[in-house]
């Protein structure tokens, strides 16, 4: 079954661009499928952030649109999010998933990113 | 955007107790939601698909009902390992929306 993993730095300063990569295993990112960011601060609620298809095409949330770029790499079967300007507000378990028509699952594992100095 | 609202937003129970959480929409969604279950330090995992599929693997004490603007979550004998935060998902429009959860924890 498909498994997905993010991976990135963990700390990034403020101002900085926050990067991650979620690597698809068990299953191709050309599949009929979308690729979500879901983000969530902590002690908080959950976030989605956007999504991407293998195509190119992205959908992201009004709240992040100007910040936040999505971008697949079909060769090594992993998208990516990037997050520019940030702040303390951006510190947050960043998750991977996938999504279809019938909603998003399986998730990746989650991972810490601290926005400080 | 779909604002997504759960009741209530914590609850105490008890092993054995039937729960039934409530998730409203600020507008009609069909039948395209889901119901996850997040325990502390974990990723959620979805129980339910379209309002009122039982995810593979999951107990069938899990169970959801709805369409349109109203869905329930029901368990229908809670055990020690269902003490988690429970959310909703709408996947109808973007951008997708989350509930802002319900708490069960032990009375």
């Known amino acids: 079954q498909v498994q997905l993993q993010e991976s990135g730095p963990g700390l990034v300063k403020p101002s900085g661009t926050l990067s991650l990569t979620c690597a698809v295993s068990?299953?191709?990112?050309?599949?009929?499928?979308?690729w979500s960011w879901v983000r969530q601060p902590p002690g908080k609620g959950l976030e989605w952030i956007g999504e991407?298809?293998?195509?190119?095409?992205?959908n992201y949330n009004p709240s992040l649109k100007s910040r936040v770029t999505i971008s697949v790499d079909k060769s090594k079967n992993q998208f990516s999010l990037k997050l520019s300007s940030v702040t303390a507000a951006d510190t947050a378990v960043y998750y991977c998933?996938?999504?279809?028509?019938?909603?998003?699952?399986?998730w990746g594992q989650g991972t810490l990113v601290t926005v400080s100095s | 955007d779909i604002q997504m609202t759960q009741s209530p937003s914590s609850l105490s129970a008890s092993v054995g107790d039937r729960v039934t959480i409530t998730c409203r929409a600020s507008q009609g969604i069909r039948n395209d939601l889901g119901w996850y279950q997040q325990k502390p330090g974990k990723a959620p995992k979805r129980l339910i698909y379209?309002?009122?599929s039982l995810q593979s693997g999951v107990p069938s004490r899990f169970s959801g009902s709805g369409s349109g603007t109203e869905f329930t979550l029901t368990i229908s004998s809670l055990q020690p390992e269902d003490f988690a935060t429970y959310y909703c998902l709408q996947h109808n429009s973007y951008p997708r929306t989350f509930g802002p959860g319900t708490k069960v924890d032990i009375k």
């Open positions: 068990g299953g191709s990112i050309s599949s009929s499928n979308w």
């Open positions: 379209a309002a009122s």
């Open positions: 991407i298809y293998h195509s190119g095409s992205t």
């Open positions: 998933a996938r999504s279809s028509v019938a909603g998003t699952n399986p």
